[in-house]
């Protein structure tokens, strides 16, 4: 009688694909590539950004040039940031105060060419009332300390001049300093950008000495924007 033997069996059964060596390899580091942004991004410190437009008649004539600046804000932001929005002319109006989410980037985008469209009930009387304008965004800032959001702020104004509304004294240099050092306390960082006018001189002038504070033309707000944001951001 002959005997037959039988092929010899494979001490064991391949591995499913997803139990194979190079998936698991491939796996983790698609995991690391999708995880490292991530956590780069989640050390980047969050912050408050602020952009007040003057949107009086006087500066009308630059609508390009603030639509640059409302782009250049946008695009320095990160979720998680908070966004503070107003406008000003005879008096100020805040339009926004709340945290960024990436999803509202297109509609800010398409927001910044209406950028200077006056809300309705701003700019009945001439002049633009810049103290009122500060003491507004102070008040924003401090909503914000009571949520316990204690970041740094960068505070941008773009704005072409302060003139005075009618029966009103033109605005007094020392007050606008006193003003402006106190929204730079704890380390917030304040630009203002506007046309190459006698105005920017003054400003230039009374904030010589006071930290953290720059004052820009329209033709170089992305330097400066980018300045405001490297400071505010370490």
């Known amino acids: 009688m002959t005997l037959t033997q039988n092929p010899p069996q494979s001490s064991s059964k391949a591995k499913p694909f ?9 796996g983790i580091l698609g995991l690391a590539l999708v995880a490292y942004p991530i956590f780069q991004d989640s050390k980047i410190p969050r912050i408050k950004s602020v952009l007040y437009t003057d949107v009086s008649l006087s500066d009308q004539a630059f609508t390009k040039e603030i639509q640059n600046i409302c782009h250049q804000r946008l695009e320095k932001l990160i979720e998680g940031d908070i966004r503070i929005d107003g406008k000003f002319a005879d008096r100020p109006m805040v339009l926004n105060n709340q945290e960024y989410q990436s999803k509202e980037r297109l509609n800010l985008q398409n927001g910044c060419q209406n950028i200077l469209l006056p809300p309705s009930g701003l700019g009945k009387q001439k002049g633009t009332n810049l103290i009122l304008a500060l003491e507004s965004l102070d ?21 072409n001049a302060a003139e005075p509304a009618p029966n009103q004294t033109p605005i007094k240099l020392e007050t606008l300093k006193t003003k402006i050092q106190k929204l730079t306390e704890s380390n917030n960082i304040l630009v203002f950008i506007g046309p190459e006018i006698e105005w920017q001189s003054k400003l230039k002038t009374i904030l010589s000495d006071v930290k953290n504070t720059n004052v820009c033309t329209y033709s170089d707000s992305q330097s400066c924007i980018n300045w405001g944001f490297d400071q505010a951001r370490q």
């Open 18 to 26: 997803w139990q194979q060596p190079t998936t698991i390899v491939t």
């Open 139 to 159: 008040l924003e800032l401090q909503k914000q300390r009571t949520l316990g959001n204690n970041e740094k702020a960068v505070i941008i104004i773009a704005i």
